[in-house]
């Protein structure tokens, strides 16, 4: 029963991993309809809708609780920048340019001589998607996907201050619906009344189930049976996900050195979050702090608020 569990931990992840960049793809399929902040709003706002349903989360009781929400909810809406960069940008090379936020917040946090080793490989893998055939990437799809990124890196440092206030979906519902609030307006701006059609809404909420409220479920449910290091490597096969969902959903077929190219930055994300765990001495008074837990990478779909998502301890979410 235990090996059974074992086995199904792993495939919990791989199903979330999937499920997000399938969703992404079904998103970007959106395109020819709605704008692309168009498919962030109805993303945002129907996840809001869901979370706040099945949460009933409680206001913020101090300024403190109201700024995390807020600056919780501004990263999130900053992730959903991969939907106007997806307008330039393959699949594979947006998801692969907005990992390097993650991973290079991973690579801040270290102090190993390997992590120079894994960032040049992260950027050899991008320079692999243009450089070797001498084409450019549309700058303004680098420099959205990039800034998806770094708000990648900041939801990742507030899901530690979230999770440490409360272990339940209250922040998590109450982010997502500020986040909504930041983005509806620009998808309203650009796709107007569009995005009202029951046709649109129809589609907006799978996009919303498949890339926010399945993976979230699946990861939590794998939290519980692996520790955070372990969920962050399975997580760095997102760039080979994405090309596959690019492939399979949007026709956008990649060359051989382009799958290479997913490859680096894959086993880049992995070896950022692959640490040694080796015994730990007992904690003596006036000791340093540990440093901090492995980074996941918990992908553009929902913050992980739970204390196993960052590694606090390894109990239920």
């Not at 649109?200 to 939290?223: F, I, K, N, T």
């Not at 540990?290 to 390894?314: F, L, M, Q």
Request: glycine share 12%; aromatic share 4%; with cysteine.
């Amino acid at each position: 029963m235990r090996s059974s569990r074992q086995v199904a931990a792993p495939a919990l992840v791989l199903g979330a991993v999937v499920s997000v960049q399938f969703g992404q793809a079904l998103g970007k399929q959106m395109f020819g309809t709605v704008e692309p902040m168009g498919v962030a709003a109805l993303r945002l706002g129907l996840a809001a809708v869901v979370l706040l349903a099945l949460h009933r989360p409680t206001l913020p009781r101090s300024a403190a609780e109201l700024g995390i929400v807020a600056a919780f909810g501004t990263a999130i809406a900053g992730m959903n920048l991969i939907y106007p960069a997806l307008q330039y940008l393959p699949l594979g090379l947006a998801i692969s340019l907005q990992l390097l936020g993650p991973i290079t917040l991973a690579l801040l946090a270290s102090r190993r001589a390997l992590d120079v080793c894994l960032a040049a490989l992260a950027g050899c893998g991008i320079w692999l998607f243009h450089g070797p055939s001498g084409g450019q990437s549309p700058l303004p799809g680098v420099l959205l996907a990039l800034g998806g990124g770094v708000s990648m890196a900041l939801y990742l440092l507030l899901s530690s201050r979230a999770g440490a206030r409360s272990t339940g979906g209250g922040p998590l519902a109450l982010a997502v619906t500020w986040a909504s609030l930041l983005t509806v307006p620009f998808g309203a701006a650009q796709s107007g009344t569009t995005l009202l059609e029951p046709r649109v809404l129809a589609h907006g909420l799978l996009v919303a189930l498949v890339s926010a409220a399945l993976p979230y479920s699946l990861e939590l449910a794998a939290l519980r049976r692996l520790p955070p290091r372990v969920v962050g490597v399975l997580q760095s096969l997102e760039p080979a996900a994405a090309g596959l969902a690019g492939t399979l959903l949007l026709s956008e077929h990649l060359n051989p050195l382009q799958w290479l190219a997913l490859a680096c930055v894959g086993a880049a994300a992995a070896g950022t979050v692959a640490r040694p765990s080796g015994p730990r001495r007992p904690a003596k008074e006036g000791d340093a702090p540990a440093s901090a837990p492995p980074v996941t990478y918990g992908p553009a779909r929902g913050p992980c608020t739970s204390r196993a998502c960052t590694g606090a301890d390894e109990g239920t979410a």
